[in-house]
T-cell receptor
Framework: ETGVTQTPRHLVMGMTNKKSLKCEQH?????MYWYKQSAKKPLELMFV???????ENNSVPSRFSPECPNSSHLFLHLHTLQPEDSALYLC?????????????FGPGTRLLVL | EDQVTQSPEALRLQEGESSSLNCSYT??????LFWYRQDPGKGPEFLFT???AGEEKEKERLKATLTKKESFLHITAPKPEDSATYLC??????????????FGKGTLLTVNP
């Protein structure tokens, strides 16, 4: 595997379910990101991790819980989601969190909340 | 607050018909302007990073340029496989959170054979 991978690619869940999204980067990067992409809206930054420490929590509801066990893996734990949380969730990584660094994206997880 | 406006929202071209996409931005202290291509249901694919006004970068049929207020993505003799949504994002000097990307809504490009 190369680049940034995400699993699952598609997920359907009820509002009472608990699920997790997984991201893995094979680029040797030190910073990882979660974004949400909803229809007709720009990408929204959710969380940022640098060297496994969370450096950003962009006013995201507590029903989204990130975890970064090491610099190659990032999880997004989901519980009691709402239908408006249905979106494409994208993971990205960059060499560092510094300015000018290019962020490389994974293929995304398409989430549908019923 | 940083702002990125992309135009047009959608563009339909015939194969071989060259055109340009626009990305206008307002940012305090630009650190980088990024172009991505996104196919339906997939993640954004990195195309270019531009750092300063006057800079240009090329890749196959694509050429990106940058001024102090906007960036253009020029597409020369496009092919149907160039059909995608093209996203522009800026990164500003922001102290401890200068990694933040502000994205535009994108331009949906359709190239007809």
């Amino acid at each position: 595997e190369t680049g940034v991978t995400q699993t699952p690619r598609h997920l359907v869940m009820g509002m009472t379910n608990k699920k997790s999204l997984k991201c893995e980067q094979h680029l040797g990067h030190n910073a990882m990101y979660w974004y949400k992409q909803s229809a007709k809206k720009p990408l929204e930054l959710m969380f940022v991790y640098s060297l496994e420490e969370r450096v950003e929590n962009n006013s995201v509801p507590s029903r989204f819980s990130p975890e970064c066990p090491n610099s190659s893996h990032l999880f997004l734990h989901l519980h009691t989601l709402q239908p408006e949380d249905s979106a494409l969730y994208l993971c990205a990584s960059s060499r560092s969190q510094g300015s000018g660094e290019t962020q490389y994206f994974g293929p995304g997880t398409r989430l549908l909340v019923l | 607050e940083d702002q990125v406006t992309q135009s047009p929202e959608a563009l339909r071209l015939q194969e071989g018909e060259s055109s340009s996409l626009n990305c206008s931005y307002t940012v305090s202290g630009l650190r980088g302007l990024f172009w991505y291509r996104q196919d339906p249901g997939k993640g954004p694919e990195f195309l270019f990073t531009l750092y300063s006004a006057g800079e240009e970068k090329e890749k196959e049929r694509l050429k990106a340029t940058l001024t102090k207020k906007e960036s253009f993505l020029h597409i020369t003799a496009p092919k149907p496989e160039d059909s995608a949504t093209y996203l522009c994002a800026v990164q500003a000097a922001r102290g401890g959170s200068n990694y933040k990307l502000t994205f535009g809504k994108g331009t949906l490009l359709t190239v007809n054979p």
